[in-house]
Structures are given as structure tokens and as C-alpha cells.
């Protein structure tokens, strides 16, 4: 075989020819299929559940016929699980809007000017980036308390606004970093001082890394639990993992087809917010955790 | 009267601060003070109901901790969940991301599907993996049965000999796609001309792979690792829910533990000593690692 066709046959694929060839294909297909089946199986089960009813289930069945879609409207009813999404929508938009304006204005400071002292505060974000957020839990916990503010909405927007702050921060530095340095001194030369520089000439042009920030943070919003789960100690405000729990201890835990339904209900927002952004999800992520 | 070079000095300083002044402020309230508070508290005797801290103790509390068979029981818990997740999720990961790593019309609709558990909610999978290794209906025990594997039904939550393996097999379940991601953008990033060079000079898949592609790829192996390793430690959602740490505190964690002495048992300080042990430990590994992969020929820039 000439180097040529070697060469040529080599640049993307492995070599595709022979018997050994074939068989590494089907291996490999082989493998990522079964991933894919398992990775995949537990959530077309859930929704399988939520169509069944108790006897199909504890016949042990997999498949839902007939299908019971009745569970749905029960589910909706009983878990208030409208009330339910208002909370957490209120509470992880509102601190993705906090996360994200701050986080903006910080990556700026840290990836554009040199001021004095930049490296502690970066280094304090770093901290930020690795901490394990249990040991707010029992501080905050008592100082809400203390205030007042146990069961209030912003009881979680605060320590949600935070919690996505070292990161949103880490990742604006990085995009604010790899901008050219002509586009600034342009503006600075036509007047502009620190804050239109930031506004009208760089902040633009970090819409990507905004995108990412602000769907990430969102996202650990909408499923953070245990600051939730203790913050949230009445029923009223509680968001929507700690109220999908909260079903758990309830008459419903016997019904697992309507638990089941409210699973889905819960997770369908969030799945569809994935698949439309799944690139900005994926690519902010490894952009995020590859550009150190 | 300052020069007009130091006022323009003053001036980019100031402008420092007024960008990162928000930042650091919520940083200080949700982050740093909160880590005294811990530190302060963990020093100290308190329920949490009486209006003020109870004594000082000083290190009683960790002394306790010291003595406490189910602090050790969960200590080692969390460190079997590292040890056992760790290499797991990076590896399935790895693979994944090597076989992925190819011209494939499909590759990134496989790489979203992969995602997904990741994108899920840790309740919503706690409760259906719950479903799925209930012993009677479930269905790993029905797929066991049916494939002709009964007498391997299991109450796998049930039983302390399971329970521990069965959370971190959930645990490694829902993390594989985010390393197989991160390992993917890895290897699409790796300097094409040396793998190129090694493959005409006629290296096999194998020895591309474990001579050529493995190596370039340590440092992000090694940051796929940390970022698994941290999440190890920090687990609570997925413990809580499934299994609340029993049976017997055989799956009972760190965090876990944490919960309960606050919560249920009401020792403030004893759970802030928790608090504490687990950042000093997760901080430390971070920081042993980052020196790791400094000392590392590329790593700097991993």
C-alpha cells in the first residue's frame, strides 16, 4: 500500500479495510450502543411509569398498554405542581439574572484591567470554584433564621446568586481575556471611559459566554436541592425539587405511576431548554472546563 | 497634586474594584464569612435554638468526631465513593470519548443523548433509579429474570452490602457523559500533526492509543479526575434521597452526616466540624492536584 493512499485513508478514519477492521467496527458500535441503551433506559422508563397503572406495575411490566395519560392531569393536581413551577422559575431566573450581570461586570475587572490585588480576587473566585457549598448550609441557615427570611423567596435567590458566581466569573475572565486589545484602545482614543468600554464595545461581543453562564446557572438553579430542602421548611414557596420530594413522604408515594408523571413534568422544561441549547450547553462547558 | 501617570494608576485600580466590588461582595457574604462562621461555630457547643452559642470548647467537637464510629464509617464511605467513581466515570468516559472520536454523521447527536443524564435532575433520578432496583418489580431484577440471571435478584438498596455500590453506580451513571464531553473536546484539541506522524509511521489503533493519544491527553485526564474527585466528595442529594445513608449508615457520607447533626440532632458544632473537615479536604486535594499538574511538561496550561 503507497503512503499516499495510507495517508489519505488515515486522515480522519482508522483504516477501514479487512476482516479485523470490520469486526473493530461492529465492536465498537457494539459498546457505544449498549452506553447509549444504558445511559437512556432509566428515563424511558420513568416515562414509561407515568402511563402505567398499579396493577401494570406491579405486574412488573415495561411497556405501558394500554396507556394511561389520565396520570398527567392527576399528577398536576396533586403534586401543585403549577405552584410549583412559578418557584422555581421566580427563584432560578431571578438569581440567573443576579449571577449573570455581576459575574459580567467581574470577569471584566479581572480579565481587563490590572489593578492591585487581582490576584486575590481571583483567587478568592477559584476558592469559590471548588468549596464544597455544605459549609454555608448551617451559617446561612441561622442568619436567615435570625432575619427572618426562612420560607421567603429570597431566602434562596441570594445564596443561588452566589453559588453561580464563581463560575459565571471564571468564564467571563476567560471570553473577556481573548478579546483584541484594538477594539479598546479604538474606543478609548474616541472618549469612551472604563464602564462604555465594557457596555457598548466589549460586553456585546461576550454573547456566547453570556449564553452559557446564564443557561448553566439556571439549570443548578432549577435543581438545587438541599439549601432548598432547609431553607424551605413550609410548603408554600418550596421549589420544585423539594416539593417533587415532599410527594415522596405523601399519599402518593404508593402511586408510583403519578410520582412517575410529576417526574416528567418536571424534567420535560428542562430537557427541552438542553436540546434547543445543547450546543452553547456542551461547548460552554468544555470551553469553561478546557481554557484554564 | 499627582502626576497625571499616577491619577491614570489610581484611576485603573479604582476602576478595578468598582468592577469586581458586587462580586466580591456576595463572594464575602455567601462565601467567606459563612467559612468563619463554620470554623467559629465548629469551636463551640450549641442545639441551635438557645438564642446565643453555647461555651467554647475548643477542639471537643472534633475530638467527638475522632471517637465516632459513624464518622469513620462515613469518612470511608466518601473515600470508597472517590476511589470506586473516580476511575469509573474517567474511564467509561475515555472509551467513550476515543470511540466518539471519529468522523461519524451521528457523533453529535450521540454525544447530546449521552448528555443527558447529566442535564437531569439528581431527584428525578434518584427516584427512578429507586424504581429500578426495587426487589420485586423493579426493573433490574425483571430484566435479570428475564434474561435468565433470577438468581442474581437483589434488594440492591436493601442490603448493606450493596447499598453503597448501588448509589455509586446511580453517581457513575449520571456523570460518564459529562467526562466522556470534556475528554471528547480533549481530543479534538490534541496537536493532529503527531497523531498523524505516529499513524504513518505505522502505529497501530492500540499504540496510537496508549503510546500517543494517552499521553497528550494527562492533563486533561487528570482535570476530568479532579473535577469527579471534588464531586465525590460533595455528594448529598443523590445519598439523601435514596437511601437517607442506611441501611445501617452503610451508605451514609460526609455531607449526609453533616445534615443529620444539624438537622435532626441538632449539634451545631459538631456538624460545622464537618463542614470544616470537608473543605480542608476537598481544598487540599484541588491544591494537590493543580501542584500535580503544574509540575506536569504541559500541564500549565491544561
Redesign the interface.
Known sequence: MS?AV??AS?????RAFGQRARA?RVA?WA??LG??A??????L??IS?SFMDNPQ????R?VPWPPHAENYPRAWVASSIGRLYWNSIYVSTASMVATVA??A??G???GR??????GI?YG??L??L?????????????NLRTLGLLNTRLALI??Y???G??FG?YIMKGFFQGLPRELEEAARLDGAG?FGI?ARVMLPLTRPALATVAIFVF?QN??E??FAL?FLTEGRMRT??TG??AL?SSEFYGN?PI??AS?VL??AP??VL??VF?RQ???G??AG??K? | MLSPAARRRWRRHAAGYAFTGPALVVLAAFLLYPIGYSVSLSLHDWDGYTPRWGPFVGLENYRALAGDEVFWRATMNSVAFVVVRTPLEVGFGFLLALLLNRRLVVRSLLRTLFFVPVVMSLIVVTIIFQRVFEPNTGLLNTFLRAIGLGAWAHPWLGDPATALGAVIAVSVWKNVGFSLVILLAGLQGLPQDVVEAARVDGANAWQLTLRVITPLMRPILALTALLSIIGGLKVFDLVFIMTRGGPTYSTEVLATMLYREAFELNHMGVASAIAVILVTLVLSIARAQTFVLDEAPEGGKA
Open positions: 503512503t495510507a495517508r488515515v486522515a480522519r478514519r482508522p473493530g465498537m459498546v457505544v452506553a447509549l444504558v445511559s437512556l433506559a432509566p428515563g422508563y420513568m411509569l406495575l406491579f405486574a412488573g415495561v455581576i459575574s461586570l467581574a471584566y475587572g479581572l484591567i490590572r489593578f492591585a490585588g487581582r480576587v478568592i473566585v476558592i469559590g471548588t468549596i464544597p457549598l455544605q459549609i454555608a448550609l448551617i451559617p446561612l441557615f441561622i441570594g445564596p446568586t452566589a453559588f458566581l464563581a466569573t472604563e465594557f439549570l432549577w435543581n436541592f438541599l432547609t420544585l425539587p417533587i420530594y415522596l408510583y410520582l412517575a417526574l418536571f424534567s428542562v430537557l438542553y436540546f445543547q450547553f456542551v461547548e462547558l468544555t472546563a478546557l484554564h
